[in-house]
C-alpha cells in the first residue's frame, strides 16, 4: 500500500523500487513494440517482458 506522496514518486524513481513494488507499478511489454509518449511526442522500442518505460512522469503508450 502507498501513500499519495510515495505513489507519486514511484513514476519518477522506477529503479529505486524492489521487484515487488516495480510488478504493481508498472506494465511490461506483451510482445516486441514500440511505444509512445504523448506528451513529448516520441517513441521508443522495448521487448517482450520489458518493462514499458515512464516518460513525462506517465507510463508511454503501446502502440500497434
Ligand atoms: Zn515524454
Known sequence: ??????????????????????????????CDTDVYCVTCNRTEYVKKGEIIPVCSGKVTEILD
Do not use: C, H
Not at 17 to 22: A, G, H, I, R
Open 1 to 30: 500500500m502507498y501513500e499519495p506522496t510515495q505513489k507519486n514518486e514511484a513514476a519518477f524513481l522506477i529503479e529505486g523500487l524492489t521487484e515487488e513494488e516495480k510488478d504493481s507499478a508498472v506494465i511490461r511489454a506483451p
